[in-house]
């Protein structure tokens, strides 16, 4: 046989899809691996015409799933985001809608034994070593996707995967601001450097001419908006001890505005070469504590109601997504408890994926 074969569940996870992988059926090497991830989705070419990949970046993501060894957590799950268009694989961020299909996906693989009703399983992302604990509709002790939750920028319905993220404050860099400054100022605009989940660089759309309105086709059209963006999104990596993010999608970059409603803003979400179509569940928790939290680019944005965990809507390009935060305020600044979001998934398909064995020969 001239390929290798790897077996696979292809996967929707929220307003993402990919193939979610047994850890053990793929090379152990990371160089081999980003060679296999690059092959099997296609990166190189638009459509991603030699691959799986969507040609999109919510298209071109990556879930590998293996038995936890942390007393807490029941499955590991390391993600990788494979760019479109240049062959580049990053292992460094997390992503939090491909993490809602990952209790499915380990129950499809065997890795998770469901329960009768709801199974709950606790997950530890590798990348940042953030903890989450999902839950799943398994009636019968059989996973089921089928149900009448909806989440916008997807079609139709499905069963509810219940999310709630715990420790992921500093995700990456840990800290919560990783600068040390609620505000920065960067090239003249200024900036919230802060890691919820996701570390990001968060700024007001008006400062850059913009109301956070626009559709994505809009904002990927505007160049001279995405070449200062990343200028300052590069500047910002350096001041939040993340290095040379030349080749990293890492830092986001998001974009607030106001709103008409109370616990309400309208955000923007860059994945960072690109507008996001909808909203990453990751970066979704880091805007809004940006919002919530005193003193950021965002203070007095929204109007606050109702005492901690409070419901942050977050306004996107194709509807909306509700966050609920639990924190605390005082002295001692934002103090982010935990986060906690309703997504659904849905298995695509399923069986073996093929890679050619001059890229891996299965050994």
Same mark, same amino acid.
């Given at each position: ?30 160089? /081999?691996? %980003?060679? $296999?991830?690059?092959?099997? *989705?296609?990166?190189?070419?638009? !459509? ?6 969507? &040609? ?100 139709? /319905?499905? %069963?509810? $995967?219940?999310?709630?993220? *715990?420790?992921?404050?500093?995700? !990456? ?6 600068? &040390? ?100 569940? /990751? ?81």
């Amino acid at each position: 046989m001239s390929q290798t074969a790897i077996p696979y569940v292809f996967m929707r996870g929220g307003s993402s899809r990919g193939p979610y992988f047994n850890a053990k059926d793929l090379p152990k090497d990371r160089d /081999t691996l %980003a060679n $296999v991830l690059v092959s099997l *989705l296609g990166s190189g070419h638009q !459509l991603n015409i030699d691959g799986i990949g969507g &040609g999109n970046a919510v298209t071109t993501k990556v879930a590998m799933l293996s038995k936890s060894d942390d007393p807490w957590a029941d499955v590991d799950y390391f993600f990788a985001q494979v760019s479109v268009l240049d062959g580049l694989v990053d292992f460094k961020p997390s992503c939090g809608n491909i993490l809602a299909g990952v209790a499915s996906a380990a129950i499809e693989m065997g890795l998770i034994t469901p329960t009768e009703g709801e199974t709950v399983v606790n997950i530890r992302a590798v990348n940042t070593e953030s903890k989450t604990k999902a839950v799943v509709q398994t009636p019968s002790g059989q996973i089921s996707y089928d149900g009448l939750a909806q989440i916008d920028g997807v079609p139709g /319905t499905a %069963a509810p $995967v219940a999310l709630n993220f *715990l420790e992921v404050a500093g995700s !990456l860099t840990n800290k919560f601001l990783p600068t &040390g400054n609620l505000i920065d100022v960067i090239d003249g605009t200024e900036v919230t450097c802060m890691d919820v989940a996701m570390p990001m660089v968060i700024a007001r759309a008006a400062d850059f001419g913009l109301t956070a309105k626009e559709t994505v086709a809009e904002l990927d059209e505007n160049k001279a908006f995405f070449a200062r963006m990343e200028a300052i999104r590069l500047k910002a990596g350096e001041l939040m001890g993340m290095g040379d993010c030349t080749k990293s999608v890492t830092p986001k970059f998001g974009l607030l505005a106001p709103s008409d409603a109370p616990n309400t803003v309208r955000t923007r979400y860059f994945m960072p070469w690109n507008t996001h179509p909808t909203m990453a569940v /990751t970066g979704s928790q880091c805007l809004a504590s940006c919002a919530l939290a005193t003193g950021t680019i965002a203070d007095g944005m929204m109007e606050v109601q109702g005492e901690p965990p409070i419901t942050i809507q977050l306004e996107h390009p194709m509807g909306s997504m509700d966050v609920i935060v639990d924190f605390t305020e005082g002295q001692g600044g934002f103090q982010h408890q935990s986060t906690g979001i309703i997504r659904t998934c849905r298995k695509l398909a399923d069986g073996h994926v093929f890679v050619p064995k001059d890229v891996w020969d299965g050994q």
